[in-house]
């Protein structure tokens, strides 16, 4: 079955600068890599995701990229701010498939 | 709000009892699904729904564990026998045909 593996667990910046975190995964078949933000005692919110027919999907401040050969995706956050403090999730899965399989998280703390 | 609804946000139960969780889809979902999250880790998925029909169920739904779907609209988690064990954030998710799962806030279950 999938195996999804992120890193770094634990990612320490200063505001206004950039983020990355990044996973692999090891199902050829997977092609549909979201990414959830997850503050305490919340649930995961769905904040971009990329589908294995694009390399690269922006949305504002946040970008995603996608190597289908290497089997890795990765989130980069520019200008980060405070709010962005919190716990990122990558994940993967088939098109149509059933389920997600979770990388363990990145806690992200944005210094102000 | 027409987000993923769970009731309740917290339980506390003596070990051995019988807890109830419900999820409330966001109603044009036909899937729904249910995760659990365990400290410091990501999402497990434990089983998942296409309409009231239950599709797939992960080895770690032990048969303490039952879902259903009625009607294929909210669906219930119950777990029997409560065990320490069990104690983790179940997550409940939807999502439409090819679209993007969105999640609950979940509901945090403490056996104590």
């Known amino acids: 079955g999938e195996n999804v593996e992120q890193h770094p667990s634990t990612l320490s910046v200063q505001e206004g600068d950039s983020a990355v975190i990044k996973c692999t995964y090891s199902?050829?078949?997977?092609?549909?890599f979201p990414w959830y933000k997850q503050e305490l005692g919340k649930g995961p919110q769905l904040i971009i995701d990329?589908?294995?027919?694009?390399g690269e999907k922006k949305d504002q401040r946040i970008a995603v990229t996608l190597n289908k050969t290497a089997k890795h995706f990765s989130l980069h956050i520019t200008e980060t701010q405070p709010e962005d403090s919190a716990v990122y999730f990558c994940?993967?899965?088939?098109?149509?498939?059933?389920?997600?399989?979770f990388g363990a998280g990145t806690i992200l703390r944005v210094k102000s | 709000d027409t987000g993923v609804s769970q009731d309740p946000r917290h339980k506390i139960t003596k070990r051995g009892q019988n807890v109830t969780f419900r999820c409330d889809p966001i109603?044009?979902?036909?899937?729904l699904y249910w995760y659990r999250q365990t400290l410091g880790q990501g999402p497990e998925f434990l089983t998942y729904?296409?309409?009231?029909?239950?599709?797939?169920k992960s080895r770690l739904l032990s048969d303490r564990f039952s879902a259903e779907r009625p009607k294929g609209s909210f669906s219930t988690l119950e777990i029997q026998r409560t065990e320490q064990g069990d104690s983790a954030m179940y997550l409940c998710?939807?999502?439409?045909?090819?679209?993007?799962?969105?999640f609950g806030q979940g509901t945090r279950l403490t056996v104590v």
């Open positions: 109603s044009e979902h036909n899937r």
């Open positions: 998710a939807s999502s439409g045909v090819s679209t993007e799962a969105f």
């Open positions: 990329i589908r294995s027919n694009v």
């Open positions: 729904f296409q309409n009231e029909a239950q599709l797939e």
């Open positions: 994940a993967a899965r088939e098109e149509y498939g059933n389920k997600l399989v």
């Open positions: 199902d050829s078949a997977s092609n549909y």
